[in-house]
């Protein structure tokens, strides 16, 4: 039976993630903060592993890659954001969504892969979001790392191609989740009147395209036309755009991406 790993595994795209994995015959290691409720998930799982680990601190890696010594399926979810002006920002909380969002994902990647390598197989879930393809404004470092993923990612498979083992960069836009309703979403300009894709229908869309060997996949036509779009605009229209956007957010003390 194939080992998945899958961080930030508790809720969200990440358990929708694990249940697939699940059901497909996979055991599956569960890896998060929120030690109940990662209990409770794997109890009602049929070969499941719970894993309490902090990947915002480089000792959580270590203690995670201890316990878990190789798999066959990463899915590398665990991801923070940070709203408002990166001046007023508590660089204690920036540092650490740089360490879960871009130095753990590397760190897990590094550590599986090679074994993948030698015996012909594996696959690498790496979640992003359509945060990657542009600036962020007044979310300035939560897109950069999102941008991080997606050229890591995308390096990566180019490297491994032809080697059996795959790499996939999942891209989702805002996601109907609880989050969501608890940072009073409602009224975003990028989410008010729109029909958002649930959890999982994003995390059955991913999962279908690892499944592929696809190396990028945008959830959604709305969103595929989006990230193709700023191909196309000037740099300064599209940095002046995301921080109108997301300076109306901001009235409401909410981040406009819910995807990790």
């Known amino acids: 039976m194939n080992t998945a790993l899958v961080t930030g595994a508790s809720s969200g795209i ?11 015959g996979k055991r599956v290691v569960l890896a998060a903060r929120s030690t109940s409720a990662l209990e ?11 894993v309490t680990a902090d990947l915002s601190t480089p000792a959580g890696v270590a203690a995670l890659v201890e316990t878990v010594p ?23 909380r920036t540092m650490a969504m740089i360490q879960l969002n871009v130095a753990a994902l590397t760190q897990l990647t590094r550590r599986y892969l090679p074994a993948m390598v030698e015996r012909g197989s594996g696959k690498v879930l790496n979640v992003a979001s359509t945060a990657a393809f542009q600036p962020g404004p007044l979310m300035a470092v939560y897109y950069a790392t999102k941008a991080y993923v997606l050229s890591f990612s995308e390096a990566l498979a180019e490297e491994l191609r032809g080697s059996g083992v795959t790499v996939t960069a999942l891209c989702p836009g805002p996601t109907a989740s609880g ?3 608890a940072a009073n979403l409602g009224e975003s300009r990028l989410v008010k009147e729109r029909h958002l894709p649930s959890a999982a229908d994003v995390a059955a869309s991913g999962y ?4 592929r060997g696809d190396v990028v996949h945008v959830t959604g036509l709305r969103n595929k036309v989006l990230a193709a779009s700023v191909r196309f605009t000037p740099r300064p229209v599209m940095r002046r755009l995301v921080h109108r956007l997301q300076s109306a957010d901001r009235a409401n003390g909410s981040s406009p991406d819910t995807s990790t």
């Open 14 to 24: 990440g358990l929708e993630l694990t249940r697939l994995l699940a059901a497909d």
């Open 40 to 50: 409770q998930l794997a109890a009602s799982l049929p070969d499941a592993v719970a």
């Open 70 to 92: 190789d798999v066959d399926v990463l899915v590398n979810n665990a991801g923070v954001g940070d709203f408002g002006a990166f001046v007023e920002a508590d660089p204690d």
């Open 179 to 181: 989050f969501q309703d």
């Open 208 to 211: 279908r395209a690892m499944q």
